[in-house]
């Protein structure tokens, strides 16, 4: 009984802030999903996580998997995954809009918040106003692959983007290297 009733509420709490449960199946269709295309993904390519509401893209660089349940526990299992390859770690990008969400508009939106910090923590994490983040996706889109993986969230701006960056190379690394072409010292 004791271990049944935390269940119990988890499910209560997670029903009433906008975000389901994990299903049984979503960290394995992560899994095999990622399986089938990280190992082709490098530097530029992205990977959303998104809310129930986000649209169906028309892009053909844009692949859409529908996963279901909690999208917190969603972007853990992708985070999981990409800490595991070598050759590509994510950079965070967050609606700027999260950020002024409204309790009473949203429901839960505020423990959102402080638990996708703790999902994130350790992760670099950029803030950008929401269209500019699917303007820089669709731009992407059109030359590299982008995986979106599409939760049963029903809360706004609560779609993670993660953009793969380099994993052997660094911003400084390409800097110096630019400075040695151009022949600076």
Same mark, same amino acid.
């Given at each position: 009984?004791?271990?049944?009733?935390?269940?119990?509420?988890?499910?209560?709490?997670?029903?009433?802030?906008?975000?389901?449960?994990?299903?049984?199946?979503?960290?394995?269709?992560?899994?095999?999903?990622?399986?089938?295309?990280?190992?082709?993904?490098?530097?530029?390519?992205?990977?959303?996580?998104?809310?129930?509401?986000?649209?169906?893209?028309?892009?053909?660089?844009?692949?859409?998997?529908?996963?279901?349940?909690?999208?917190?526990?969603?972007?853990?299992?992708?985070?999981?995954?990409?800490?595991?390859?070598?050759?590509?770690?994510?950079?965070?990008?967050?609606?700027?809009?999260?950020?002024?969400?409204?309790?009473?508009?949203?429901?839960?939106?505020?423990?959102?918040?402080?638990?996708?910090? *703790?999902v994130l923590a350790g992760t670099q994490v950029e803030t950008k106003?929401?269209?500019?983040?699917?303007?820089?996706?669709?731009?992407?889109?059109?030359?590299?692959?982008?995986?979106?993986?599409?939760?049963?969230?029903?809360?706004?701006?609560?779609?993670?983007?993660?953009?793969?960056?380099?994993?052997?190379?660094?911003?400084?690394?390409?800097? *110096?290297?630019?400075?040695?072409?151009?022949?600076?010292?």
């Open positions: 009984m004791k271990k049944i009733i935390p269940a119990l509420l988890t499910i209560l709490v997670a029903g009433l802030t906008g975000c389901s449960t994990m299903q049984p199946d979503q960290n394995e269709i992560i899994k095999t999903e990622l399986a089938k295309r990280l190992d082709l993904y490098g530097h530029r390519n992205w990977i959303a996580v998104v809310d129930s509401a986000y649209p169906l893209q028309t892009a053909p660089g844009i692949d859409t998997v529908v996963v279901g349940g909690n999208q917190l526990d969603a972007v853990k299992e992708v985070l999981a995954e990409l800490k595991k390859a070598k050759h590509v770690f994510p950079v965070a990008l967050v609606d700027n809009e999260l950020g002024f969400v409204a309790e009473k508009n949203s429901p839960g939106i505020s423990d959102y918040r402080e638990k996708l910090k *703790e106003p929401h269209e500019d983040i699917i303007h820089d996706l669709d731009s992407s889109s059109k030359l590299v692959k982008v995986l979106v993986i599409k939760t049963d969230c029903v809360m706004p701006y609560t779609s993670v983007f993660l953009r793969l960056e380099c994993g052997y190379w660094n911003a400084q690394s390409e800097k *110096e290297l630019r400075a040695a072409i151009a022949g600076d010292k």
